[in-house]
């Protein structure tokens, strides 16, 4: 059974930091690209990291570079979405996904979906 189990969130004031995490089990990790999306209220799903298994490679969505960092460790069947100068906007559920392909943030290619955790920033 394919799992994808996200933890980390909370709750932080503006500036703060916060580590998600996403635990992944039941299919081959390492050849699957892991993502990160983000739900706000009232707002479509959007991309907001992702990682390839094997050389590394990652995507940003342009509105959290420089302040939020992505890495795995395969050994272990983890993602991680290090959060660092969190902002308001940055408040949503965030679900990590995978999926067999290129990186990208098309959700329609990603197979697996984990249950969100759920961030909120405050002023």
């Known amino acids: 059974e394919v799992q994808l189990q996200a933890s980390g969130g909370g709750s932080v004031q503006a500036g703060g930091s916060l580590r998600l995490s996403c635990v992944a089990s039941g299919f081959n990790f390492e050849q699957y690209i892991i993502g990160w999306f983000r739900q706000a209220p009232g707002k479509e799903r959007e991309g907001v990291s992702c990682m390839d298994g094997y050389d590394g490679r990652t995507v940003y969505a342009d509105s959290v570079k420089g302040r939020f960092t992505i890495s795995r460790d395969n050994a272990n069947t983890a993602v991680y979405l290090q959060m660092n100068s969190l902002k308001t906007e940055d408040t949503a559920d965030y679900y990590c996904?995978?999926?067999?392909?290129?990186?990208?943030?098309?959700?329609?290619?990603?197979?697996?979906w984990g249950q969100g955790t759920q961030v909120t920033v405050s002023s």
């Open positions: 996904a995978a999926h067999r392909g290129d990186v990208s943030f098309r959700m329609g290619d990603y197979a697996y």
